[in-house]
């Protein structure tokens, strides 16, 4: 059964640093990975997606690796703004594609002004 | 398109009653997921549909829970009795395809707390 850890749970960074999250995932048999980013109080948005055959993603500040054979992901955000302030989701999807999304639990990110 | 739609935002009940939690879809899009967050679990799946048809349930905890998607615009999620330890919150999304991809698509979450 394929699972998604994210370390570390929480993170607190000043205002203009550059920060890495990590996501590992126990099977590196995958279909594709997302990273989500989640608001307080509200749903999911999707980030960034890497299919099997990417190494990595990049959408402005953000870029998103991706190394199956040790079965990780990491999520780099440059010039961290407190606006980034949200929890960031990693999750994967099992290598047949035909199966949903399965999540880590996360990773509370704060950036101070 | 207004995205996905979950009502209510919020719901508060006591134990035993019984609680719905609704959601419409992104029109067009053929698969729905109902998905709960909680601290100590985060998101878990507990059931999708395909063409209204469920496909997986096995993420539902127990019989109390039951779902449904009488047509392509709308589905529940139904406990009966509840329990205090269901309180969570209750996503809804929905997608064009059942792997993901950027058009899966999440509603803003039912917040249920049982006391």
């Known amino acids: 059964k394929q699972e998604v850890t994210q370390i570390p749970a929480a993170l607190s960074v000043p205002e203009g640093e550059n920060l890495v999250l990590n996501c590992s995932f126990t099977?590196?048999?995958?279909?594709?990975l997302q990273w989500f980013r989640q608001d307080p109080g509200k749903g999911l948005t999707s980030l960034l997606l890497i299919q099997s055959s990417q190494r990595e993603q990049t959408s402005g500040r953000l870029n998103a690796s991706l190394d199956k054979s040790s079965g990780r992901s990491t999520l780099y955000i440059a010039a961290s703004q407190p606006g980034d302030s949200a929890t960031y989701l990693c999750a994967v999807v099992p290598y047949s594609g035909n199966t949903p999304l399965v999540f880590g639990k996360g990773t509370r990110l704060s950036v101070i002004a | 398109d207004a995205g996905v739609i979950q009502s209510p935002r919020h719901e508060v009940t006591e134990m035993g009653q019984e609680v719905t939690l609704r959601c419409k879809p992104i029109?067009?899009?053929?698969?729905l997921f109902w998905y709960r967050q909680t601290m100590m679990r985060g998101l878990e799946l507990l059931i999708y549909?395909?063409?209204?048809?469920?496909?997986?349930d096995s993420g539902m905890p127990e019989d109390r829970f039951s779902a449904k998607m009488p047509n392509a615009s709308f589905s529940t999620l139904k406990i009966q009795p509840s329990e205090p330890r269901d309180s969570a919150v209750y996503f809804c999304a929905s997608s064009l395809f059942e792997a993901g991809g950027l058009g899966y698509t999440f509603g803003s979450g039912t917040r249920l707390t049982v006391v």
């Open positions: 549909f395909n063409n209204n048809v469920p496909i997986d």
């Open positions: 029109s067009g899009h053929d698969y």
């Open positions: 099977d590196s048999a995958i279909y594709n």
